[in-house]
């Protein structure tokens, strides 16, 4: 349980690449790029909560 919030190898490496992706871009497309992030990160909480509330007899 102690490495809930660590990240896998996998994700390690993508995110290395995302790095590498983000530094290339300039402010105004980092900017878009981190609002649609941003909302894919609630779009998928909601998924989440939904399915959590819908999951319960």
Do not use: C, G, R, V
Not at 6 to 12: A, D, F, P, R, V
Request: charged share 25%; no cysteine.
């Amino acid at each position: 349980m102690n490495n809930i919030n660590n990240l896998t190898i996998e994700q390690e490496f993508k995110l290395a690449i995302y790095k590498q992706k983000i530094y290339k871009l300039n402010d105004t497309n980092t900017k878009k790029h981190l609002i649609a992030i941003l909302k894919q990160m609630m779009i998928k909480d909601n998924i989440i909560k939904y399915f959590i509330k819908n999951s319960t007899p």
